[in-house]
């Protein structure tokens, strides 16, 4: 076996050529399952358009799977002025081999500067792939993007468990990838009138070339899902005990948000520990947080101080919790939390209804 | 079968505080851990070798002091510890770092035969980045499976294995064949305990070192700060929110009145779907 001692090794050199003044333009890697693109894929295209403007540079979208030329079509609709598409069999789940082969085909093609994806469990997989075969710099999860008078996208992302921001980049290597936390950034309001051009891509992997084979996908619709909640409603020790969880899924059903918790409601085995909140859970980002029966102590607050509107209910005027919410209410939560769910049901209703 | 197990110590991440005057990170007398999901890829490796039979090869790059790390995970049962270290590594971002592990898993190979399997965490709760896993398995041109939380099945014979992946929205179950590389989370197994004689071992046991010396066809030009594209042009300590809270009064009924009404004059009313 003397001629396996020269072992291959992907991802030393770029292939080609090297001319990175080439590289125009943003692509966003749209991300999608049984052809539903997932949100984030639209908040990206949001804040890469104005990145793009900034840059006088085309935004591209890459769209990859089975019958999904109506993503293609939505892409447009959301921000992409080129959208490239790959249809076919091969491509109907995700698998990194075929997908990551379309992806590095397309950048190696059309040469854009910057490339984004979410940085979901996806998101993830096919970016740590394709930045390592180009190769190139990978920023991850970042929750900041913009782009300076050189070009260089400055992606930051946080750091050790949220205490710091890190501003990243790359100047060594085109195109610059990062992957963006979901929720982060805000879709454009979809417009269908927008026009844009989709260019069909060619995927030309056959299935027998493919090892891996999804054999089954199965839903989990109970999966607790903080991270990507628009609309958190958490509770602490004021609850005083697993039944209190039940006032907060009514206000959180009205509104469609997760129910979740502080460590020591996990802790006292109230609710699972999924659903913390916090330096030791899960750092979450929703629009609206309901902190009630939480004290706001440093270790829950970090995990969820980057909620854009917080609203704390709480019996003690003192707790600290109030520094950080937009809005405060003292008081007892097993009156107010009742009250809250009624007045938002008669806000929404004849809304919904209509 | 050959499995091979990459681990990395990090600091333990609880006790990393920021000065408050400097703003910048604390790390003296901070502890090293093995990085958490590390430790659920040793059990697993460990589990197939008691199952099937497997020699089971633990990696980390890092300094010197990650032989502790190595020490634990033979202490649980594995047959060598690897620790690669040279001054030429440090500063590595993810793709120097995957070329650098790339390298190690290939003389592994040479060494102790070839590697069926590679399990690395599904991320380090420092760099936290998850791209090292995806980067090896690219590197080296294995099958790569990421976040798998059951392994339903492996058939040592013909190499093929079925594995459950926990993804946001779900589980998927995918068959592969190895040499694979697979990236796990917690629910994958609980790690086992150091048994007496295991420690006995651990005691004795010198890790082996690797340094840039021992790799024949190592770019140097491609490890450490040198070899990695991305560039951290600065850290900071985000500006703590000013809010100023807006604190409603009157009975129950008229703070919840308010605080609706507060909150449809926000932009919630059009990002939530309110109206
Ligand atoms: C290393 C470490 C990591 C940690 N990680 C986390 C983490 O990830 N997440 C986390 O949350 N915590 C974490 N903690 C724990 C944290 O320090 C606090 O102990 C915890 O957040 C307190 O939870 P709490 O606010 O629910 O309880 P408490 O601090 O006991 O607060 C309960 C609050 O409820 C109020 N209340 C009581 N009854 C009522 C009522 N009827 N109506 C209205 N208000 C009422 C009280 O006034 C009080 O403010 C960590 C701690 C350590 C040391
Ligand atoms: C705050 C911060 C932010 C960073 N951001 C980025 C970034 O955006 N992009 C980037 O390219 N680099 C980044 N880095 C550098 C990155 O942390 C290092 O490259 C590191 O060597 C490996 O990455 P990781 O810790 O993210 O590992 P992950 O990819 O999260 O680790 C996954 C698994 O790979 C294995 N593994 C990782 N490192 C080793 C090792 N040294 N030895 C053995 N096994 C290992 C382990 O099994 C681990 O569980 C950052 C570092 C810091 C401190």
Redesign the interface.
Known sequence: MAEDK???????QPEGDVDWSMYRGIMVVVEQ?SGVAKPVSWQLLGEARRLADKLDAPLMALVMGQDVSHIAQQAIGYGADIVYHADAPELK?YR??PY?RVCLKVIKTYRPEIVLMGA???G??L???I???L???????STQLDVDDERLL?ASRP???E???????????KPQMATVRAGVF?ALPYDEKRTGKIIAVHQDMHENDI??????????DN?V?L??A??IVAGGRGLGGPDGFKLLHELANV??GTVAASRAATDLGWIDHAYQVG??GTTVRP??YFAIGISGAVQHVVGM??S????AINKDPNAPI??????????DLF??VP??T???QE??TP?MAR | MHIVVCIKQVPDSKEIKIDPKTNTLMRQGVPAVVNYYDMHGVEEALRIKDKYGARVTVITMGPPSADKALKQCISLGADEGVLVSDRAFAGADTLATSYVLASAIYKAADTWGPVDMIFAGKQTSDGDTGQVGPGIACRIDYEQLTYVQQIEDINPDTGELIVHRHLEDGVERVKTRTPVLITVVTELNTPRRASLPGMLRAARYTPIVWTTNDFEELDRSKIGLRGSPTIVSKTWVPEPKHVSTDMLTGTGNEVAATLVENLFGTELKHSLGWA
């Not at chain 1, 020269?6 to 030393?12: A, E, S």
């Not at chain 1, 854009?308 to 609203?311: A, E, F, G, M, T």
């Not at chain 1, 109030?322 to 008081?331: D, L, R, S």
């Open positions: 020269r072992r291959k090794m992907i991802g030393l399952r789940d990194t081999r990551s979901t469990y996806t993830r997989d970016a740590g792939a930045a390592t075969h190769p190139t710099g990978l920023t991850a999860d400055l750091a050790f468990s205490k710091m921001l890190a501003t990243i980049l790359c100047k060594q290597f805000q090892v891996t084979k999804v054999l089954e996908f199965v839903q989990d999966r899902n991270e990507d628009q609309v509104l469609g330096q030791t629009k609206l101080q980057n854009d509107y917080i609203v109030f520094q950080i919410a937009n809005y405060g209410i003292v008081g009156e107010i009250l809250l009624k007045a938002f806000r929404l809304v």
